[in-house]
Each structure stands twice: as structure tokens, then as C-alpha cells.
């Protein structure tokens, strides 16, 4: 049985993904209320579809309101639609931003999926994904078709997946479970099809005692405890024998209760929630020697506990895993090696990295007007996508031609950008996620998204480079901690990761004439420690170096 979520039910993905990063491993969170008010009509007219029976949920960090949703089932003429909307509000650093969600999805009597519509709107406009559901062809293995519409940027991608069984919705999975599989002890599998992502994952579900759930201002309520792990992460629901789900725990200290209308939608956002998040998003390494500008590092040995170290994405493009440890070389010493016959691969178009967009080929040459070869033409790409981005923590499906709309986001709109504007003019380019060094808060690495760009210096010589335009380096600096490489799907990897690795910096050369920075009268070499998190005018980044580190060109 696959399992199809349009809009996950258990907040796991879609709330995590936002911790991660206003999308992609940035790690920021909390939206404005100045987003609410100024649509205070239109949220009134999403939500006024919602009648008394339908169930209202507050969303929380670690105790403190950051939105809500609201879910209800719509009977129809052969079957229902299932609805679904939600609100977050979150701000980290001085930066604000929205994120509106909303999923409408049609079903027949037994609900077996017909359709589906997907959107998030961070408030510059929505990213829709459209989904039909069709019988696969006679001969076929899979045993349905789902027919995918993306529209972002005012246009419209479509595509077709073959699936192996037919999609099944999580906005009705309780259901499912209480129609006779809420056994206690019992352990089952399921599958998920994720539309922020177009892909299919496991998910594991078990199934413990029934246990009495208190939540403020309701009355105390029997309900199972269910389990879930899905892509290393585990959320814990309780749902009763109806199949109400009146409480659910996520990761990074994520919590949704059932709640009246009035109070799922009173929202506050606490000034400690965004210290709290910045702390979590921080890996601060053990070292004996402080890093005051990672554009000086030359060479970074260090050990990682609580990542696997195996994984393929590891190695390249100046990083190799050597035992338990990684090793880092600047990437500005790289040398061609054996052409990557694999590189093409990295020309095609994707879902929401739109490289054969007419407009998003016409700026990308006009971005590289007048550079001549691969390696100018990527560099100049670099400073090009970097001043035209407006730097703004951003929650949204980072979708290059949408951003190129809108000319705002964090490090995963850069990225995206960039490497859609790169395949466009046959650049091959792929999407790195991971870490990197930042000089403030203490000294610490947080949660980065970058592009890698292909040069073929022919005579079938070539090699992998990492850039960072949103950063405005060309190559990325030697701080830049690859822990996975591909879109959506494959960044979320690195959510159960936050909060449980840590970092020991075994070795360090930086360039020998590099400076130390000194901080007012002291000599002494501690990490720089900031004072304010009010955002700086002379930086820029996504949300991080914004305020924390200095344009080097």
C-alpha cells in the first residue's frame, strides 16, 4: 500500500524542512506577523470553508505557538475531498518571513487518490503541484500512473510517474489505522509519496498501548500511541479508535495538538524561540586553533560523530573521506583530472530546476556576456546570481524560475538558481548540502546549501568545482562540509542529523599570511562573540552571513 501525502500529516517534513532552512539546510524559523495582517483577507477566505466539524491544530517549539493547521472531509457525489490548510509564522536575525500551506485532495468512496492540488506560498507567490491519478497501461508493471503539473513562475511543467501501488493519502492515514490496524505491538510498513519532493519513501509504523493524552483546554483523551520512522526521523502520533489525531511529536522539539478553532489560530511568536533555534542550528567543533577568515583555510582534517561517512556523496570535488575522518583541501589548488563521463547527467532539466525555461537561459547569458570558457563563464555566473538576489530567509519549493521571479531567498534559491541557469548554457552543475564555517556566534559550522559546477578543460580533462553565490565565492571556500548532494529529497537526509552531530577539528593549515582578527584591545584568540542579532547592511548571505561574514570577492 503506498501511502501519498500531499501535505504530511505529522509536520516531520514540511515543519522540519522549514527548520532546515527556510528551506534547505539554513536552519532559520518563525514567520512575521506583519505577513498575516497584510492578508488578513484572503486568510479569512482560505479558512472560511471550514465548518464546525472540522479539527484544528496548533503547531509549537518546544512550548511556544509558531502556527497552526486545519483539516476537514468534504462529502461529494461519489466519494469526499479532503482539505487541508496551514499557517507557520517564523523569523530568525531581524529576518522575517511566511510560509502558507494548503492541500485539496479528491478521493472516491473507499479513498483511493484521483487528485490532488499542493501549494506553498512564502508570500511571493505559491509553487503549485498538480496531481491525476490514471490506471496504468495494460502491459505496465507499475500499477498506476500519477500525472504531475508543476506551475511556479507563471508556467507550467508536466510529467508522469509510474507507481507500483496506488497512492493512498495521509490526511486520511488515521482512518486507515483505525479501521482495524490499531493493534498494540503491531508493526507495519508503508510507503510515501511526498509532492514537495516527487518521491516515493518508506515509512515504518509502530503501533504501542493506548495512553490518556492531556492537552490545555481539552478534556483528557484515549488514544494509541503510533510510531513512525521515515528517512531517520521518528514522530510519535496518538490517535484514538475513531482515528482522531490528537497529538503529534516531532524532532528539534516540534509538537501539534488538537485545539479549538480560536486557539490554533492565536499566534505568538516568543523572542527566545528564534535564540533557541539559531543554538540548534549550530554545530560548534572542538578545536585548539580558531578559524578568523575561512577564505585563509587551505587544508581541514576533522571528525564527524553522528553522520554516516559512507555515503558516496562524501567524496569529490575536493573533500575525501579517509577512515572516520574528512578531509577538506581549498578548492582553489584543485587540478583537472580524467573527464567525468558522468558530468552530462547534469545538463537535464528537473521539476523545479528548470534549465531549458526560454527565460531562464536568456538571463543566464546574459549574466556570462563576455567571458570566455567554462571557468569565466562560472565565475562570472557566481557574482552575477549573488548581486541579484535580494538575501531573505525564504520557505518555499526552490524552484529557479520562480526565483528569478521574485529575485529573493536564501541559500537554497541561489543555489537553485544558479545551477538551472548553469545547465542552461551547458554548464553541468549539480546541488551540494552540508555545512560550512561561520566566524561569529561563537565559531561554529551551520546548515549551508551550494552549487557544483563542472569544468571541462578539454583534451578530456576535467573537474568538479564547488561555488557559493550566495556567498559570493568563487571556488567555495574550504569550510564548505558536503553531507549530501540532489534536491529536495535528498537534503532532507540531513534532518535527522541537527541537533546530534558533533565536530572535532583534528587538523587546521591556514594560508601563511593570514592575519588574525583581533577583537577591540584583547589578544586573546577566542571566537568572536556577537552582541546583537540585528542584521548588518555590509554582509550578505542567505540568513547567516547576512549579518555574520564579510563579502570576499
Known sequence: MTLFTPLPRWLTRPVSLLIVAAWAVSMAVLVNRSYL???????????????????????????????FTVSQIVPTGDGFELQEDGRL?????????????????????????????????PGTGAVVVRGRVEPASPNAKARARLVIAITSGGATRTETRELDEVPVLSQNFSRLLAGGRLTAGSRQQWTIFDPATLRNQPVTVEIGDREVVRNAGERPIPAFRVDMAYQGLRTTSWITD????????????????RESADRAQTLSVPGRVQTDLLQAAAVVPAMRQRIDEPRDVRRLRLEL??????????????????????????????????ADEEAREYLKPEPLIESDAPEIRAEAEKAIAGAVGPRARAEKLTRYVNALLDKKPTV????????LRTKVGDCNEHTALYVAMARSIGIPARIAVGLTYVRGITGAFYYHAWPEVYIDEGSGRGLWLPVDPTLNEFPADATHVRLARGGLDKQAAILPLIGRIKMKV???????????????QSTALSPMRVVSATPQNDADCCWLSRWLRPRRR
Open 37 to 67: 495582517q497584510a492578508s488578513a483577507a484572503n486568510l479569512a477566505t482560505d479558512l472560511a470553508r471550514y465548518g464546525s466539524n472540522a479539527q484544528w491544530r496548533g503547531v509549537y517549539y518546544r512550548g511556544d505557538k509558531i502556527g
Open 242 to 257: 475513531t482515528g482522531d489525531v490528537v497529538r503529534e511529536e516531532s524532532p528539534l522539539g516540534l509538537i501539534t495538538v
Open 89 to 121: 509564522q517564523m523569523s530568525l536575525l531581524g529576518a522575517s518571513t511566511a510560509a502558507a500551506l494548503h492541500t485539496s485532495a479528491r478521493v472516491d468512496s473507499t479513498f483511493a487518490l484521483r487528485s490532488f492540488d499542493f501549494s506553498l506560498n
Open 506 to 520: 583534528l587538523d587546521l593549515t591556514l594560508d601563511e599570511n593570514a592575519t588574525p582578527i583581533l577583537i577591540g
Open 396 to 403: 518555499s519549493l526552490p524552484s529557479a524560475r520562480e526565483v
Open 305 to 338: 560523530d553522528g553522520a554516516d561517512l559512507t555515503n558516496a556523496d562524501l567524496e569529490g570535488a575536493g573533500q575525501k573521506v579517509i577512515g572516520s575522518t574528512i578531509e577538506l583541501t581549498d578548492p582553489q589548488t584543485l587540478q583537472a583530472g580524467p
